[in-house]
């Protein structure tokens, strides 16, 4: 029996059969730009050739269809989607998406080493790559407090996996501009790997020092001069369109023949329900495709363009000794994909997948939500002065403003303003039981009854909660410590709500029921008053201390 490589290179000349031909295909060539005719010949899990290949074991007509590389995902928090990762795989490989790239830190800021282990070791059987890039900042900032912290030895640890790329997104930028000796040595621990950053509004002489540590991609552009002084700099500029992040049609004018290379399209945070009813990385090419951006050149910011940046040789292209991992689809401008490929076995057609999915264990990631019991008078907010800071909601963005408003006090205590849409924000540390409760204004959920709870708070994922009246709030939040996580909706009682019993923020269920359960929620939501599309998206963020201008944490205001 030949090597793997010695048949490899028989089938790529014709002495051998294939194993599959994909005959009659066009096939974007993501090098040249250009749409080519021919068979695609496959041996293994690698393409053999395309051309004139007749023989193989197997062949697939594809009547003129096209043939393109599976999409890659640059930059993915798969846990924003609230799903395990068999059902996340269910979800995004249907769409086209073979490989992706994360630093699961949405799950290590409280579950630590063992909860990056836990889900690479559930996704090991599931068809896609997944390449793993070391979280730089758990917890993102001594800001909040996180269920687990991993320093530069656990950092190093990571890096020297086998599944490991890179150093993940470095959100820590005041301390890398300020010299902070922690995250330097992460970084230079990384030396020589792919080490991605996150700077949002940086620019000038902290931008040059901020890139100067050696971080080249940044995703958390909102303008198009942010984007292109970053570009001008040195950095790859991904362009961001996810559930609540939506920087799209902003950046996309930076896509030029002279600027293209530089240019990844990713989706940051995507929810399940847009992940089963838009897709994934593939509603991006999409979303860009309508916008005026040509096909090919869509294809390549979603293939070639991140197995470069990330050094994943044999990714990215339909091309001699590339992996087979590919999607077929009839008309490029549509982007609907047909069939998808991995390693050269149909793992999807129509939308639906192929494949098993492990069911969802837990691991040791459950009974997370550990609170320290409080009355509901702690969630009385004293006035501070004749104004108070309010965190006002930008539309589309995970960005908020600061505002100084007279607010409405009663009794003593500052109280919710319906009628100006200011309502009480609360977040109730839950990792360590410390009895930590920070409280804050909030602007622009629209609530005007009842109030939501998540636990889901990007980064550290502790509780957090927002509404009209403490007495709602005190009962959505205990709803959660009884589900050991989750979303919740109350108004008099509590309405509607989804149980995330892993670390907190993953569900175990299927990712219909989860969508399901979501869009009850989100209805529920906008029945107690908000216009927000994904108010539960929104509401996770406010809680993030590495995005301007201001939050609030278990620790209190924060302004970035």
Same mark, same amino acid.
């Given at each position: %029996? ?37 068979? *695609? ?22 009547? /003129? ?31 086209? +998406? ?34 793993? %890039? ?74 040059? @020092? ?20 970053? =570009? ?17 049609? @902003? ?14 399209? *990713? ?8 992940? =089963? ?34 050094? $994943?040789?044999?990714?990215? @292209? !339909? ?48 009974? +997370? ?34 505002? %100084? ?8 205590? *500052? ?51 927002? /509404? ?7 009962? @959505?939040?205990?709803?959660?410590? $009884? ?7 109350? /108004? ?37 008053? +908000? ?19 201001? $939050? ?7 302004? !970035?």
């Amino acid at each position: %029996m030949p090597s793997r490589l010695a048949r490899l290179i028989s089938v790529a000349k014709g002495e051998l059969p294939a194993d599959l031909i994909l005959s009659n295909a066009k096939v974007v060539n993501v090098f040249t730009g250009r749409i080519e005719s021919g068979n *695609v010949a496959i041996c293994g899990d690698r393409i053999a050739g395309i051309g004139d290949y007749t023989e193989a074991k197997e062949a697939l007509d594809l009547k /003129g269809r096209y043939i393109a590389p599976g999409l890659i995902n640059g930059h993915i928090h798969p846990e924003s989607s609230m799903l395990e990762i068999g059902q996340y795989a269910r979800a995004v490989v249907p769409h086209g +998406t073979t490989a992706l790239v994360t630093d699961f830190h949405e799950i290590a800021n409280v579950g630590g080493i063992e909860g990056i282990r836990y889900v690479l070791d559930c996704a090991r059987l599931l068809p896609f790559e997944l390449f793993l %890039m070391a979280p730089s900042c758990v917890p993102s900032t001594r800001l909040e407090t996180s269920g687990a912290s991993l320093g530069p030895k656990e950092v190093r640890q990571i890096l020297k996996w086998k599944e490991c790329i890179g150093l993940g997104e470095v959100m820590n930028f005041r301390g890398v501009i300020g010299g902070d000796k922690g995250i330097l040595k992460k970084i230079v621990s990384a030396r020589g790997k792919t080490i991605d950053g996150h700077a949002p509004s940086l620019s000038g002489r902290d931008l040059s @020092a901020y890139i100067a540590a050696g971080i080249y991609s940044d995703h958390e552009s909102l303008s198009f001069a942010e984007a292109q002084e970053k =570009l001008r700099q040195g950095m790859f500029i991904m362009l961001r369109e996810g559930s609540s992040e939506k920087n799209l049609e @902003a950046l996309l004018p930076l896509v030029t023949d002279k600027s293209y290379q530089r240019c990844l399209l *990713v989706v940051d945070d995507r929810s399940c329900t847009d992940l =089963l009813k838009d897709g994934d990385i593939d509603g991006v090419v999409r979303r860009a495709i309508s916008l005026g951006l040509d096909p090919v050149r869509a294809i390549q910011l979603a293939t070639i363009n991140p197995a470069e940046y990330f050094r $994943r040789e044999g990714l990215g @292209a !339909v091309a001699p000794g590339y992996i087979a991992n590919l999607i077929v689809l009839g008309d490029l401008a549509r982007f609907q994909i047909d069939m998808v490929f991995y390693h050269g076995k149909l793992v999807a057609e129509e939308g639906k997948p192929l494949f098993p999915t492990p069911q969802a264990s837990g691991g040791g990631l459950t009974n +997370t939500v550990n609170m320290k019991p409080f009355p509901i008078e702690e969630l009385k907010l004293p006035p501070s002065g004749e104004t108070e800071a309010v965190i006002e909601v930008v539309p589309g963005q995970i960005i908020t403003r600061k505002r %100084m408003e007279k607010v409405k006090v009663s009794g003593g205590e *500052v109280v919710p303003d319906l009628e100006r849409d200011i309502l009480k924000l609360v977040v109730v540390e839950r990792h360590q039981a410390s009895g930590n409760i920070g409280l804050g204004l909030v602007a622009g959920l629209g609530l005007k009854r009842g109030a939501l709870a998540s636990s889901i708070a990007h980064d550290s994922h502790n509780i957090i909660a927002a /509404g009209t009246n403490d007495r709602d709030i005190f009962t @959505a939040i205990k709803e959660i410590e $009884r589900l050991q996580g989750g979303l919740v909706a109350a /108004g008099g009682k509590v309405l509607a709500s989804l149980a995330l019993p892993i670390a907190g923020i993953l569900s175990d269920e299927p990712l219909e029921t989860v969508v399901s359960k979501l869009e009850k929620l989100e209805k529920t939501a906008a029945e107690l008053g +908000t216009k927000l599309a994904s108010p539960f998206a929104t509401l996770s963020f406010l809680a993030l201390p590495v995005i301007p201008e201001i $939050r609030l944490t278990d620790l209190g205001i924060v302004e !970035v």
